[in-house]
Nanobody
Framework: QVQLVESGGGLVQPGGSLTLSCVASRSDFIFNAMTWYRQAPGKQRELVAKITSNGVTNYADSVKGRFTISRDNAANALYLQMNSLKPEDTAVYYC?????????WGQGTQVTVSS
C-alpha cells in the first residue's frame, strides 16, 4: 500500500505563485501517469495537469502557460508550479497516481487566490 501526501497550498494574492508537492510514502512504488486535479466548491473535480512516467505532459486549457507539472521519479514526487494565479484557480488540489491499473489519491491541499 502507498499513500500520497500533498503540501504547499495556501492563500495567495492574484498574480502570485505557489508550488504544490506530492510525495509518495514508498519510494519503491512506481507510478505510471501522475496527475493534479482540482475541485472548486460546487463544481466537479477537473484535471489540471498530467505527466507520464517518461515526462510527457498535458494541461487543461485554463492553466496552459501558467502552470508547470514535473516529477522526480527517484524521489517518487510530483510537483505543480503555479504562476499568475487567478481567483478562479481557487480549489482543493489533489494528487493522483496510477499504478498497476489502480488509482491512488492524496488528501488534497487548499489553494485560495484572493486579495
Amino acid at each position: 500500500q502507498v499513500q500520497l501526501v500533498e503540501s504547499g497550498g495556501g492563500l495567495v494574492q492574484p498574480g502570485g505563485s505557489l508550488t504544490l508537492s506530492c510525495v509518495a510514502s514508498r519510494s519503491d512504488f512506481i507510478f505510471n501517469a501522475m496527475t493534479w486535479y482540482r475541485q472548486a466548491p460546487g463544481k466537479q473535480r477537473e484535471l489540471v495537469a498530467k505527466i507520464t512516467s517518461n515526462g510527457v505532459t498535458n494541461y487543461a486549457d485554463s492553466v496552459k502557460g501558467r502552470f508547470t507539472i514535473s516529477r522526480d521519479n527517484a524521489a517518487n514526487a510530483l510537483y505543480l508550479q503555479m504562476n499568475s494565479l487567478k481567483p478562479e484557480d481557487t480549489a482543493v488540489y489533489y494528487c493522483n497516481g496510477v499504478a498497476l491499473f489502480r488509482q491512488y489519491w492524496g488528501q488534497g491541499t487548499q489553494v485560495t487566490v484572493s486579495s
